[in-house]
């Protein structure tokens, strides 16, 4: 493939992961809160990765962290963001099916290494199988608890707060990851 396409196909597989600029955060939108994309998210998610990998005493691979938190959501771009209650009624099996779908879909339109890149790193993400999947899962929930307290301090309700915090209670980590969540939780259950 040469430049000039490899060029066409980033920028189509750009404009489409673009799209997360307008999806909005269901769990948000069904509580009548303000509007936060999946976009603003997947930031976040990111920059809170970056900062765990670099808090725990163990040794990660700190761009694949980065690069997994940036794609975690992106077939999101064209099925939306589920929240906890549609993804009870139609399965969690069957959400990360068409995910996965959507994401070989979207990859095809990167040059072979890249999409074979980025392919692996969202299998690894769904799988939560390495302690790289871990720091992003752990991003990613704890983003979204960050993002309830900014809302509870506008004056949402403290209950649909605790409900995010809880969800960082339950994530199945790994001993290395333990200390920097207690740490976190201590710190948001203080709010």
Same mark, same amino acid.
């Given at each position: 493939?040469?430049?000039?396409?490899?060029?066409? %196909?980033?920028?189509?597989?750009?404009?489409?992961?673009?799209?997360?600029?307008?999806?909005?955060?269901?769990?948000?939108?069904? %509580?009548?809160? $303000?509007?936060?994309?999946?976009?603003?998210?997947?930031? @976040?998610?990111?920059?809170?990765?970056?900062?765990?990998?670099?808090?725990?005493?163990?040794?990660?691979?700190?761009?694949?962290?980065?690069?997994?938190? *940036?794609?975690?959501?992106?077939?999101?771009?064209?099925?939306?963001?589920?929240?906890?209650?549609?993804?009870?009624?139609?399965?969690?099996?069957?959400?990360?099916?068409?995910?996965?779908?959507?994401?070989? %879909?979207?990859?095809?339109?990167? $040059?072979?290494?890249?999409?074979? @890149?980025?392919?692996?790193?969202?299998?690894?993400?769904?799988?939560?199988?390495?302690?790289?999947?871990?720091?992003?899962?752990?991003?990613?929930?704890?983003?979204?608890?960050?993002?309830?307290?900014?809302?509870?301090?506008?004056?949402?309700?403290?209950?649909?707060?605790?409900?995010?915090?809880?969800?960082?209670?339950?994530?199945?980590?790994?001993?290395? *990851?333990?200390?920097?969540?207690?740490?976190?939780?201590?710190?948001?259950?203080?709010?």
């Amino acid at each position: 493939m040469n430049r000039k396409t490899q060029c066409e %196909r980033v920028l189509a597989f750009t404009i489409a992961a673009g799209r997360l600029k307008r999806v909005t955060r269901t769990g948000w939108a069904v %509580r009548a809160l $303000p509007n936060e994309s999946v976009a603003d998210h997947s930031y @976040r998610t990111a920059l809170l990765a970056a900062t765990i990998s670099r808090m725990v005493d163990a040794e990660v691979d700190y761009s694949k962290i980065v690069e997994m938190a *940036l794609i975690h959501d992106l077939a999101e771009a064209y099925i939306g963001d589920w929240d906890h209650e549609t993804t009870g009624l139609v399965g969690r099996k069957t959400k990360s099916e068409l995910e996965g779908t959507v994401i070989r %879909r979207l990859l095809l339109e990167l $040059p072979k290494d890249v999409s074979e @890149r980025f392919s692996q790193l969202w299998e690894e993400y769904a799988s939560e199988r390495t302690f790289e999947s871990k720091i992003v899962h752990l991003a990613d929930k704890l983003e979204a608890a960050i993002q309830a307290l900014e809302y509870r301090r506008s004056g949402m309700d403290r209950q649909i707060y605790e409900g995010f915090v809880k969800n960082l209670e339950e994530l199945n980590l790994p001993k290395e *990851l333990e200390a920097v969540t207690k740490s976190f939780l201590e710190v948001l259950r203080h709010e």
